[in-house]
């Protein structure tokens, strides 16, 4: 595939992509400083000892936003607006922790150029974030 994208016909059920991140603290602080997410939960140690994770963990918004990169990016990439994106957390993830993200075109509506992804999101082999998005492609330039 070329950087300039995917075209919508060249789109088909089933495919998928990926990508590994491996969240660092410089990360999850930009991340803070970008949203105004400050919760100490993600930014102090002493903190989050006392929490049942006993480590700061990683905003959940970071892990959606690897979805959103990964969508507009890789599949379908270039051309790609996000309509929607429904996640669901199922587990936590520590500061330093590689996060595998998936996503997987479930549909595809040529009428509307939209187009339907699964999306989930693993660390240490365990599902953390499932969810779906809906993204409207655009026609290429």
Request: aromatic share 6%; proline share 3%; charged share 20%.
């Amino acid at each position: 595939m070329e950087k300039t994208g995917w075209k919508l016909s060249q789109l088909s059920v089933g495919m998928s992509a990926s990508s590994t991140r491996t969240p660092t603290d410089n990360a999850v602080w930009a991340f803070a400083d970008a949203s105004g997410d400050h919760n100490l939960i993600h930014l102090d140690q002493s903190y989050a000892e006392k929490t049942p994770f006993k480590k700061c963990i990683v905003h959940g918004a970071l892990l959606g936003s690897y979805m959103s990169a990964l969508i507009g990016t890789e599949l379908p990439g270039l051309g790609t607006v996000l309509v929607s994106l429904c996640l669901k957390f199922r587990g936590a993830v520590i500061i330093g922790t590689q996060v595998v993200t998936r996503v997987e075109i479930k549909s595809i509506d040529t009428r509307r150029s939209f187009v339907k992804l699964s999306c989930t999101s693993s660390a240490e082999g365990k599902t953390v974030v499932k969810g779906e998005a809906l993204v409207m492609f655009l026609p290429q330039q």
